[in-house]
């Protein structure tokens, strides 16, 4: 076959449909894959240790690279999705989260009169069982101030008074403050409610595997609708979800199970969440995110997990039967070794800033002068920089040996948290205005109140 012309090959990179064809294929793929004993075909040797700024999806480490992260819905769910999203200017990468989108309890179907949505499609109606949930989206970005000046243009109304500032202040409120995030929320689009963050694709390629924030990170931890999507945020995903996995597995004593590693995995980002502290989220959130989700974990994790040394299932005999994902009534056991070599592989691997947070503590801790803990810091980064396999130096497998190590894992886990989530709530209240902001706050205390209660019965 001749080969496409210059000008039409990067056309059909570019283009829009193309990349939703192509999120087809991803999925098409998840879902044969699903079928049948999951495969370790999409996690290469060494993949992380390559650079990972692509172009294009033909760079990927394998056509399959990432399967795990595209997740199933109904079909006609996900094309009302996307045509929410035709709404908007260009974006480069875009998922719908929440309870929304993947249901986190057993509630039955809400009355149309209870429904936030005042028209709304009937894939949406359907998929929410009467659609009772305002849908949540994180649109990325490659410029922010771009996107607001023509976001500004044809919708006005989905912003508070910083809006009359203009997109350069607004894009300056979107970048500078929190977590890069700059959410409009109880919008009507299609007529759905919806609430959408906006972000620019560095902050979030960055907090995918750096961890700066975990406020983007976090969210992609548990299960999302990816609707649109670029390669170099799912080779950053998948870094992402895997060091979700050692981060969580240094937090768990040597044997667990599912729902334990699970449960921590989707609480990373709610230590530290003021949302949590304050009362305005579902003390019971993570256990009811983990228990009507259990599926999708093992989807988004598995073969993260088999691709570790140091983790293997006890029921290993459950995992050889076929379908065993369906089967939510199962807790497989899991176990990990703890020899403080491989442990201390783990702690090198974590993502850069978070990693240094937990050097910080323990420098404190053993009293390490401060002009010998910068020399190593920077003998890291120099190694990260000549693109080295990461394996443990003395320092990490000393830190791997100690017994306060989950402990001090989630110390630097909760103030990696605490301050940009604070901030970011701070800022809902101009972004979004007084008046939605006030009313998000209720809506979400009322839901915290109503689960309590039913707790009580």
């Given amino acids: 076959m001749a080969q496409r012309p210059l000008i039409l090959r990067f056309a059909c990179r570019r283009h829009p449909l193309i990349q939703y064809r192509r999120l087809y294929a991803s999925e098409s793929a998840s879902s044969s894959a699903s079928a049948s004993k999951p495969s370790l075909q999409s996690l290469p040797p060494d993949w992380e240790d390559e650079p990972h700024s692509l172009s294009d999806f033909v760079k990927l480490p394998h056509e399959d690279f990432g399967k795990n992260q595209f997740l199933e819905t109904n079909e006609d769910f996900k094309r009302a999705l996307r045509q929410i999203l035709k709404q908007f200017p260009p974006i480069t990468y875009a998922f719908a989260y929440g309870s929304g989108v993947f249901p986190q309890s057993d509630a039955t179907a809400s009355r149309i009169a209870e429904s936030p949505h005042p028209n709304p499609p009937e894939a949406i109606l359907k998929w929410q069982k009467g659609g009772g949930k305002m849908i949540d989206f994180i649109l990325a970005t490659r410029f922010s101030e771009h996107f607001h000046s023509l976001n500004l243009a044809r919708h006005r109304d989905h912003y508070s008074f910083l809006g009359s500032l203009g997109s350069g202040f607004v894009s300056h409120v979107n970048d500078a403050y929190g977590a890069g995030v700059y959410f409009n929320p109880y919008i009507t689009v299609n007529g759905t409610m919806i609430k959408y963050g906006v972000v620019n694709l560095h902050t979030l390629h960055r907090d995918l ?168 810091l920077e003998t890291t980064r120099n190694e990260e920089g000549m693109l080295k396999k990461q394996v443990g130096g003395p320092f990490d497998r000393r830190i791997a040996a100690e017994p306060d190590l989950p402990e001090m894992v989630g110390k630097a886990v909760y103030q990696t948290v605490k301050w940009p989530s604070t901030v970011q709530s701070a800022k809902g209240l101009l972004t979004a205005g007084p008046v939605r902001s006030w009313q998000y706050l209720q809506e979400k205390r009322a839901k915290a109140r109503q689960k309590s209660l039913e707790k009580e019965k």
């Fill in 209 to 376: 595997t750096d961890w700066d924030t975990l406020y983007l990170a976090g969210r992609l931890h548990k299960p999302v609708k990816i609707l649109f999507e670029e390669p170099s945020i799912r080779v950053a995903n998948q870094r992402n979800l895997l060091s979700a996995v050692r981060c969580s597995l240094l937090l768990l004593p040597p044997t667990f199970t599912e729902r334990q590693l699970y449960s921590t995995i989707a609480g990373l980002s709610y230590k530290g969440d003021p949302r949590m502290d304050y009362g305005s989220e579902n003390p019971k959130k993570i256990e009811n995110i983990v228990t009507h989700q259990i599926r999708n974990f093992r989807l988004l994790y598995h073969d993260l997990l088999m691709s570790l040394p140091t983790v293997n299932y006890i029921d290993d005999h459950a995992v050889a039967q076929k379908d065993w994902m369906d089967d939510t009534n199962l807790d497989l056991r899991l176990q990990q070794d703890q020899d403080p070599e491989r442990r201390g592989n783990m702690v090198r691997r974590l993502p850069k800033s978070f990693r240094e947070k937990l050097y910080f503590l323990y420098q404190r801790k053993f009293a390490i002068p401060g002009r010998e803990f910068q020399e190593m």
